[in-house]
């Protein structure tokens, strides 16, 4: 008896089985190689091994942390305060290891300088907290005349109406992916001129705590244009120079050397998202024993505008209070005096605080938060409700976007008969464009997506659910029509959306 020949459906089940073997072999070796690295903290320590140990026991999860600069402030026994700083961990791509001169981005900490240039220049008569913009900057001329008509207190409070930044959704979801804004504006003269056009005070917002970036662009190079200077002159010789702060400077066109800054998800440096329009709202490089002497000077009060901590405000919220610049809270039952700053999407994060007699500066070079460090070496165990808030959300968009794409594709891909008249049937349209988005999709999570709050095998999970779907698909594809039902071309314009948009994001991400 003569061996059979195997039917044509059983070569292809037996086609099918290999192709599936070599897609899971070869996604799997993708996703070993493309996962997300994030950076782990490493055990080197320069300065102070106490300060430095401090911060290991409270940080727990190192995840996301590159190098860290800090600087805890204490009563010396010989009277005063003294500052003891550590650095931990490594800095940029070669991992050179960060000691107390390695220089920091400030991030929003840099908000607390004019603050206090206000306060010290009230205090020095040369103007008032009910000055106005209009008459700092006279040739101005925006065109929402109430801009004008602010008040300088209303912008070192929060309490203007100005957004937080003029920018849109779609810019700020690239600034994700890129990890820089999308179109900075350099120089003052340009931020200046963008106020101007672009800018808007809302009157329902107005006396309100609305976190500001503009706000305190416009403070900053307005006390300067007041007093006859650069925002970065001024700052030296008001507030540096008195304070001995060395190796603190403003950005400005005089160069130096700026911070490294780096991607805690991918665990690599990335570009300094650096503007001289910047320098009030962000744009300062410092190290933490600097910061360290401006805690001591603002707690024994000698600082120039010391007075810029006393409330002056209501904050954002029920335990908060707003100073000049700083803000006031209560967390584990104690006032703290501080301000924070988080480049979520410029690789670096600061924090600067007060209680009692103790104070902390802690600087990172990635973008996961340290504000929770700083607290802990003021002796206070409770977190940050605004650091978990943020982890939550972002952690929940990370795990949303790396699965959800993925398994909605599976399940297209599968669909045997719609279950209800918006469940659309299988069809080839449909397959290729549910693949183009889910792609996309993927691609950008990876790049944006907050992999030091997320294990990154969720990324990989989505991966697998996406290439099993495309196997599915491609399995059915000879027995599938170009679209099914009676009005076929109708399914062309949500099928040609889909396929349109993960094309377009497809092309941005291979832009950048």
Not at 169 to 183: C, E, G, I, N, S
Not at 199 to 220: I, K
């Amino acid at each position: 008896m003569e061996p059979t020949s195997p039917t044509a459906h059983e070569t292809r089940g037996t086609g099918g089985r290999i192709a599936m073997a070599l897609a899971v072999v070869v996604t799997a070796v993708g996703v070993v190689t493309l996962i997300p690295r994030p950076y782990e903290l490493d055990d080197r320590v320069e300065g102070d091994h106490g300060v430095a140990a401090s911060v290991r026991e409270g940080i727990g999860d190192t995840t996301g942390y590159h190098g860290l600069s800090v600087a805890l402030v204490e009563p010396d026994p010989e009277g005063g305060y003294r500052v003891r700083s550590a650095g931990l961990g490594s800095v940029g791509d070669e991992g050179e290891r960060v000691d107390e001169d390695t220089p920091f981005g400030s991030a929003s900490v840099a908000k607390v300088l004019p603050g206090m240039l206000l306060a010290d220049m009230v205090d020095r008569g040369e103007l008032a907290l009910d000055t106005r913009v209009g008459e700092l900057l006279p040739e101005l001329d925006p065109a929402d005349p109430a801009i004008a008509d602010l008040t300088v207190e209303e912008l070192a409070t929060h309490t203007s109406g100005l957004s937080r930044e003029e920018t849109t959704l779609p810019q700020t979801l690239w600034q994700f992916v890129a990890k820089r804004h999308p179109d900075p504006t350099e120089s003052v003269d340009d931020f200046l001129g963008e106020v101007a056009a672009q800018a808007r005070v809302d009157p329902e917002l107005r006396g309100a705590n609305v976190y500001s970036n503009t706000g305190f662009g416009l403070l900053g190079h307005a006390l300067a244009a007041g007093a006859g200077v650069d925002y970065a002159d001024l700052v030296r010789e008001r507030l540096l120079e008195p304070l001995g702060m060395e190796h603190t400077r403003v950005w400005s066109d005089q160069g130096g050397a700026d911070p490294v800054v780096h991607d805690a998800d991918r665990g690599r440096a990335i570009d300094l998202d650096r503007t001289v329009a910047s320098g009030p709202s962000g744009g300062v490089t410092t190290t933490a024993s600097d910061l360290g002497l401006l805690l001591a000077a603002m707690m024994d009060g000698s600082a120039p505008g010391a007075g810029a901590a006393e409330p002056v405000a209501a904050g954002d919220v029920a335990r908060r209070e707003q100073g000049l610049g700083w803000y006031v809270e209560i967390l584990g039952g104690r006032r703290i005096t501080a301000h924070g700053g988080n480049a979520t999407t410029n690789g670096h994060t600061a924090w600067i605080g007060y209680s009692g007699d103790r104070g902390a500066v802690v600087l990172s070079n990635t973008h996961r938060y340290s504000e929770d460090i700083g607290i802990r070496l003021l002796g206070i165990d409770e977190p940050s409700p605004d650091n978990v808030a943020g982890e939550r959300l972002y952690a929940t968009a990370t795990v949303v976007l790396a699965l959800l794409p993925g398994v909605l594709f599976l399940g297209f891909a599968a669909r045997r008969r719609p279950w209800s008249t918006l469940r659309r049937p299988t069809d080839r349209a449909g397959l290729v464009a549910y693949g183009t988005l889910t792609v996309a999709l993927l691609w950008y999570v990876h790049l944006a997506g907050f992999w030091h709050l997320v294990s990154p095998w969720v990324w990989a999970v989505g991966v697998f659910s996406t290439v099993a779907a495309a196997v599915v698909g491609a399995r059915r594809w000879s027995d599938l029509p170009a679209t099914r039902g009676d009005l076929s071309w109708l399914r062309w314009i949500p099928t040609g959306l889909m396929a349109f948009v993960g094309l377009a994001l497809l092309v941005g991400l291979a832009a950048l």
